[in-house]
């Protein structure tokens, strides 16, 4: 069983920065890939970014340059590193793994952009 929590969300003004966090819990972490995605209501999820095991990331077109993923792998923690933010970054930021055809979900932390 895998559980995930993600922190760090909350008010940012345009072109701040926040870092999110998320913490992992079961085993297996730094055998598998990490992602972060996000949704915004009303809209489908969105994957933003990821990382694998041995630390390869992709990027959304729409944060490359913006944002970056990193993993620890002795602390079970991905990060997602956002700078440059801007209004239509806002939504909810959620953490993600899987297990073979298994699929692990945070609860979520919302990100607001807003002046």
């Known amino acids: 069983q895998v559980q995930l929590v993600e922190s760090g969300g909350g008010l940012v003004q345009p072109g701040g920065s926040l870092r999110l966090s998320c913490a992992a819990s079961g085993s297996g972490f730094s055998s598998n890939a990490m992602g972060w995605y996000r949704q915004v209501s009303g809209k489908e999820r969105e994957l933003v970014a990821t990382?694998?095991?041995?630390?390869?990331?992709t990027y959304a077109d729409s944060v490359k340059g913006r944002f970056t993923i990193s993993r620890d792998n002795p602390k079970n923690a991905v990060y997602l590193q956002m700078n440059s933010l801007k209004p239509e970054d806002a939504a909810v930021y959620y953490c993600?793994?899987?297990?073979?055809?298994?699929?692990?979900w945070g609860q979520g932390t919302q990100v607001t952009v807003s002046s």
């Open positions: 993600n793994t899987n297990r073979g055809v298994l699929q692990y």
């Open positions: 990382i694998t095991s041995g630390g390869y990331t």
